[in-house]
């Protein structure tokens, strides 16, 4: 992932982005089901009653919670010193898992994000003390359960899942063991990097993750793996596009994606930045829809899609075409039921 960073950085530096055109931002014309919540932050999380939304600051940042009713925000990782952190996902008890380092070096940031260095945490939800370590390493974004203390990350070429524990009075991982290499992968994705994203809210002995690689590098397909069956299925089919898996539907049907499927006609670098959401179905087909049309504008993109528990909200952020994977410039919320009511219309 490092080398997909300092590739992008390079790509931006010599071409100062091809690709961007004159135009509106899209924050200037929002359709009346979408809402910008904050004027900052990334990587959006609902609570389990859909009432709050947890994000990042920034990439090695704050974590910060969002009361949608009152628009109040409040810090969540102020009462401690910390190095900064590019994940923070609700577990199911509430508390909270964090990703980050134990060092940060400005001069050289990206390590921070880098597997070996990025490890996992549990903040109490009570916020009265630091976060605990768990003992691992995580490449990416870990995968929580909604309803069980159960978690899968992503190291090296290698998912793993476990159970978070709190019987000594402190969290702690359990029972955690490898469930499957990349090399185990069915063709395109066999040994391609991997990243978890969501257990099957209708059967968590599904696990939701993407596989990248590919001809240019930057190819990606979602797939899952049954931990009972021991079995993989491709959702998306489309070995030509970058389709990432983000955020789940209650219903376990549907899931949103992060995918270029508008711009086929871009290859390498160009692809990746060219991003907006789609709703794939899960149901092997390979089915989408396109929901964002942020990138209608080559100069932005919209990214990191999750789903209320009610399936009724989509929290979202937005951000330039250029900036790195992840970053974000602000959060948003789609009224879910309202665009399916308008969709037809645009």
Same mark, same amino acid.
């Given at each position: ?45 609902? %609570?389990? *009653? ?25 810090? =969540? +990782? ?20 964090? %990703?980050?380092? %134990? ?8 390590? /921070?994000?880098?597997?070996?260095? #990025? ?12 976060? +605990? ?12 359960? @909604? ?10 070429? +290698? ?5 978070? *524990? ?31 994203? &969501? ?24 797939? /899952? ?29 549907? =899931?949103?994606?992060?995918?270029? @499927?508008? @711009? +086929? ?26 929901? #964002?049309?942020? &990138? ?6 919209? %990214? ?43």
């Amino acid at each position: 992932m490092k080398k997909l960073y300092l590739v992008a950085f390079i790509f931006v530096a010599l071409s100062h982005l091809a690709i961007a055109q004159e135009g509106d931002s899209p924050l200037d014309n929002l359709p009346d089901y979408i809402t910008q919540v904050t004027e900052f932050g990334e990587r959006a999380d609902w %609570s389990h *009653d859909g009432k709050r939304v947890l994000f990042l600051e920034k990439t090695f940042g704050d974590v910060f919670e969002l009361e949608i009713e009152t628009g109040k925000i409040r810090s =969540m +990782t102020h009462h401690y010193f910390h190095e900064g952190y590019v994940r923070a996902l609700y577990l199911a008890n509430g508390d909270i898992l964090l %990703s980050g380092a %134990s060092n940060f070096n400005s001069n050289d940031p990206w390590k /921070s994000r880098d597997a070996r260095n #990025t490890e996992l945490w549990v903040l109490k939800k009570d916020l009265k003390s630091a976060p +605990t370590a768990l003992g691992v390493h995580c490449k990416e974004g870990p995968a929580v359960s @909604r309803t069980k203390m159960n978690i899968a990350w992503a190291l090296g070429s +290698t998912i793993y899942a476990g159970e978070i *524990d709190y019987e000594s009075g402190k969290p702690k991982l359990k029972n955690w063991k490898p469930l499957f290499q990349s090399a185990e992968l069915p063709a395109p994705a066999k040994g391609w990097d991997l990243e978890t994203q &969501n257990f099957n809210p209708k059967n968590e002995k599904e696990l939701f993750f993407y596989a990248f690689g590919g001809q240019f590098g930057f190819n990606a397909e979602v797939l /899952s793996y049954n931990i009972e069956e021991k079995k993989f299925t491709n959702y998306s089919k489309s070995q030509d596009t970058y389709d990432e898996a983000e955020g789940i539907f209650p219903d376990g049907l549907s =899931m949103l994606i992060e995918s270029n @499927r508008h @711009r +086929t006609s871009y290859k390498g670098m160009k692809e990746f930045l060219t991003l907006d959401i789609y709703k794939l179905k899960l149901d092997e087909t390979g089915d989408v829809e396109r929901v #964002t049309y942020f &990138n209608e504008n080559p100069e932005y993109k919209a %990214s990191n899609p999750v789903v209320s528990d009610d399936g009724r909200y989509m929290a979202f952020q937005y951000a330039h075409a250029e900036d790195p994977a992840g970053f974000g410039r602000g959060i948003l919320i789609m009224d879910l039921k309202a665009w399916e009511k308008k969709k037809g219309k645009r």
